[in-house]
Structure formats: structure tokens, C-alpha cells
């Protein structure tokens, strides 16, 4: 049976990091948070990296690490709020809704990439799967009782909550930035065509419209091969290589918490 660490383990799922902050922000009040309060011009790997330690944090973590991780997270949370005479949507990262829409859009993701390289998921993996991932939700405050109480209830909710989703000129703004990176290291720019095909590719194609994607029979071909390659290919390669994105983030964040004790300690 897969559970979360399973699926944390799989550094294939960073391939789906785009869709799901694509996802975030076409919520008008995420956007607003985003957009006021990151700077993905400059710092464009920033929240990848704060949102990869995060979750490999609580998927891998002792729960000493679980903790220190969601503090972390919180801290950096405090200040996203609307200030009096901001222009609207009002948005709080403490928001509730908000933080089950940030966690449903990591979740639905981590899955939906997973069974396109390693194929469908047993129903008892999937429901494992949707129970351990309310971690994500209540590690940014969500209240327990608030993420949905069973695979089909969580289904029902994400099409309900993609089909009200609104992509505003801010939210384009940040896809732009975050996919353009033009502050990226060279080698992460060279990667850029293939992270805008792969995150048009995964996007409803509602919003994949709505984000200005232009998307033809060619590039469906294109995304598809893609696929093909990965799922061929990925579940063959040594576990090791498979975890090693997880591994380096556990590793970073380890050798941060010791020096930051170290200091404490002096």
C-alpha cells in the first residue's frame, strides 16, 4: 500500500510543482497574497524550495522536524494579510479556505503526477493517501474537521472549487514571473520550455486557457511522449536516484536546524 512518504520519495513529483502553484493562485484571495507579498522576479525558486522542505519536512520528518517546519511556515504566513485601504480581493494566509485549497492543489498534484509515470493507485492507497495528507492542511492551521473526510467527498470539492476559480490579471502576472524566471540560475533557465509544457499539460484546460497557454494537437503530442519517456524510464531507475530531491531537501534543512541550534547555543 503507498502511503505519503511513498509518494514524497518519487523526485519526480517537483514536475508538477507548476501546476500546483498555478492552481493556488487562480483562488483571486492566494493570488493577492502571492503577488503582494513574493518576489518571484527575483527570487523565482524561493517558494519551490519553501514548499518542497515543507512537505518532505512532514511526509519524512521526525515530528520534532514536522513542527519546526510548520513554525517556519506560519512565521513566514504572519505578515500575507490585506492592510486597511488595500485594493480588494481581501486575502489572509490564515485564511481557512484558502489553507485547504493550498493543501487540496499539493495533494491533488502529488497524485495526479504520480499515477501518469507509475500508473492508478489502489483504492486503499488512495484513501491512505487523502487521510495522511490532511498533515499539509493542519501543519498551516487548517482545522482537522475542515479537510474532506473521505476520497470522494475530496473529489467532489476540487471540481467544485476548479470550476469557481478565477484567474485575475495578478495571477497571470506571478505565472508569467514564475515561469519566465528570468533570475534563475542558466541551467534552470534551459529547463524553462520543458516546465511551461509539462505545467500546461497538467492544468485543466479551462485554466490553462484562462492563463493564456496556447495549446494545439502538437503540443498535446509533445506533452504525451513526455509522459511516455517518464513512464517508461523512471520507474526503472535505482530508488536512490528516484529519492535524491528528497534526500538533498532533508539534508539542507538538518544542516540548517544544527547551525541555527549552534548559534542558539553561542
Request: net charge positive.
Amino acid at each position: 500500500m503507498t502511503g505519503m512518504a511513498d509518494l514524497a520519495r518519487e523526485g519526480i513529483l517537483v514536475a508538477g510543482a507548476g501546476r500546483a502553484i498555478l492552481l493556488q493562485i487562480a483562488d483571486p484571495s492566494v493570488a493577492a497574497g502571492v503577488a503582494r507579498h513574493s518576489d518571484f522576479g527575483s527570487r523565482p525558486l524561493d517558494r519551490l524550495h519553501a514548499t518542497l522542505t515543507f512537505v518532505y519536512a512532514l511526509a519524512l520528518g521526525t515530528p520534532d522536524e514536522q513542527r519546526s517546519a510548520a513554525r517556519r511556515v506560519n512565521h513566514a504566513h504572519a505578515p500575507v494579510r490585506a492592510l486597511p485601504g488595500e485594493a480588494a480581493p481581501g486575502y489572509s494566509a490564515f485564511d481557512h479556505d484558502a489553507q485547504l485549497w493550498v493543501a487540496a492543489t499539493l495533494y491533488d498534484t502529488a497524485v495526479q503526477v504520480y499515477e501518469l509515470v507509475s500508473g492508478p493507485l489502489d483504492e486503499e492507497s488512495r484513501e491512505r493517501l487523502h487521510r495522511e495528507y490532511a498533515i499539509v492542511g493542519t501543519s498551516l492551521q487548517l482545522p482537522p474537521d475542515r479537510w474532506p473526510p473521505t476520497r470522494a467527498a475530496f473529489d467532489e470539492y476540487f471540481v467544485a472549487r476548479v470550476a469557481g476559480l478565477h484567474v485575475t490579471a495578478e495571477a497571470r502576472r506571478v505565472s508569467v514571473e514564475l515561469l519566465t524566471a528570468r533570475a534563475a540560475p542558466f541551467p534552470v533557465r534551459c529547463l524553462l520550455p520543458l516546465v511551461r509544457l509539462v505545467t500546461a499539460g497538467l492544468l485543466p484546460g479551462g485554466l490553462r486557457s484562462a492563463y493564456g497557454f496556447r495549446w494545439t494537437p502538437r503540443q498535446q503530442r509533445r506533452f504525451a511522449r513526455r509522459v511516455a519517456v517518464a513512464r517508461a524510464v523512471w520507474p526503472r531507475l535505482p530508488h536512490r536516484l528516484r529519492a535524491a530531491p528528497s534526500a538533498w531537501y532533508l539534508r539542507a534543512m538538518r544542516e540548517r536546524d544544527r547551525a541555527e541550534a549552534a548559534r542558539h547555543l553561542g
